[in-house]
């Protein structure tokens, strides 16, 4: 008898305490789910890169252009000018300029347009003329010195052909044909106002074996490109900024 109340008691005791257990839920705990160990598939995983992302790219591909080394998928034209240094020295150099995103108005216009504009208008003229630069050189010079007769203030497009007939280097008869027209469109530019000096192309005329007579030859050829100038300023303005006495 008394070990069936013993056994009653306990149930009830048990039973009161699975009781309070469940209304008091902070007291439950979820079981912690362990976490899976990390494989070394997992780690592979974590570090794997993209197929061929390890392979270096191809070594982009290089030309020579005017004496230089430069890329063949660069977006620029390689340009060479003339820089002055203010010390009565010019010295050459390059310089890549980008293709430009929205082509020239001028460009638009074909070369018979630019030829019928370029009569009196200086832009036409030198855009022609640097066109044609590969094509025709002595078309190329005459719409070049057209273009600084039309508008003496710019003396670029000379300037612009003085640096490509300099591009030329070397010891051939067409090398030195490249000084002389240099030296004779520097020299243009200079009697129309330009501060750069012919010093050092003199020089190197002189190393080129280039004497007193051969330069005064030269000299004539400067005096040719003035009175053009001159004679192309009287026809469309009818007055000229040519001294006679440069002639």
């Known amino acids: 008898m008394k070990t069936k109340l013993t056994l009653l008691l306990l149930v009830f005791v048990v ?15 979820a079981p912690r789910a362990a976490a899976p160990p990390e494989t070394p598939a997992a780690v592979a995983e974590q570090g794997r890169t993209e197929p061929g992302g390890s392979t270096l790219p191809e070594r982009p591909g290089t030309e020579v252009v005017m004496g230089i080394k430069v890329r063949k998928d660069r977006a620029c034209s390689v340009q060479r000018h003339y820089v002055d240094l203010g010390n009565g020295t010019v010295t050459d150099a390059y310089s890549c300029v980008p293709h430009a995103s929205v082509a020239d108005d001028y460009d ?9 504009f370029s009569y009196g208008d200086a832009r036409a003229a030198s855009v022609l003329g640097k066109r044609l630069v590969e094509v025709d ?7 070049l010195l057209r273009a600084v007769a039309l508008k003496p203030a710019n003396l670029d497009p000379v300037m612009w052909l003085a640096a490509q007939a300099y591009s030329l280097r070397g010891n051939s008869p067409a090398a030195q044909n490249a000084r002389a027209n240099t030296y004779v469109l520097m020299r243009t530019a200079q009697a129309m106002g330009s501060a750069a000096s012919v010093d050092w192309v003199l020089e ?15 000299e004539e050829r400067v005096q040719e490109n003035l009175r053009r100038i001159r004679e192309i300023q009287l026809e469309v303005y009818g007055e000229t900024l040519v001294d006679e006495v440069l002639l």
């Open 137 to 143: 050189l002595a078309e190329s010079r005459r719409l």
């Open 108 to 116: 638009h216009y074909s070369d018979d347009e630019l030829r019928v």
């Open 15 to 29: 039973a009161c305490g699975i009781a309070m257990r469940l209304n008091n839920p902070a007291a439950i705990q």
């Open 204 to 218: 190197d005329l002189e190393r080129a074996g280039f004497v007193e007579a051969d330069i005064a030859r030269l």
